[in-house]
C-alpha cells in the first residue's frame, strides 16, 4: 500500500475485494509495533457485526476505497481478535498463515554439524 497514506484517512472507507465486491468498511488500522507503518486493518463485515483483520501490503487505495487482493469468503473467515486491543506477535502469525503470506523471516542456518559425533574435527 501506499506509505504516504495517513492511516487515520482509511478509518471508515469502504472496503472491496479482489472482484470489487463490498467487504465493509474500515473500522481500524493497526500500525506495526517496530516501524510504525500501517500493517492491518480491521473491516467490519456487517456480518453479525465482526471485524475482519486484513492486510494493508498488499492492498491500494482505489476510486477512495480500500481494495483487498483476496476473495471476499477468505476475508470474512479470517481470524477475528476484537479490535481495540494490540495484535500479538501469535496472532498476527496467524494473520499471515490465513491470508498465506510470507512473513519474510530468514530461512535458518543449515546444521552443519548434523550428523557429526560430538567432539571429533571430521568434517
Do not use: C, N
Not at 506495526?32 to 498488499?58: H, K, M, Q, Y
Request: no cysteine.
Amino acid at each position: 500500500m501506499q506509505s504516504d497514506i495517513d492511516p487515520r484517512s482509511l478509518i471508515g472507507r469502504k472496503a472491496f475485494d479482489r472482484h470489487g465486491t463490498k467487504v465493509g468498511t474500515v473500522d481500524e488500522v493497526y500500525l506495526d509495533d517496530a516501524t510504525g507503518v500501517p500493517e492491518w486493518a480491521a473491516v467490519r463485515t456487517g456480518l453479525f457485526s465482526r471485524d475482519a483483520f486484513v492486510p494493508l501490503e498488499p492492498s491500494e487505495l482505489v476510486d477512495g476505497g480500500l481494495r483487498i487482493p483476496f476473495e471476499r469468503a477468505l476475508i470474512r473467515e479470517a481470524p477475528d481478535f476484537g479490535v481495540g486491543r494490540h495484535l500479538s506477535p501469535e496472532q498476527e502469525l496467524q494473520l499471515y498463515h490465513h491470508y498465506g503470506l510470507d512473513i519474510g523471516a530468514p530461512e535458518p542456518p543449515p546444521d552443519r554439524d548434523f550428523g557429526r559425533i560430538a567432539g571429533t574435527d571430521d568434517a
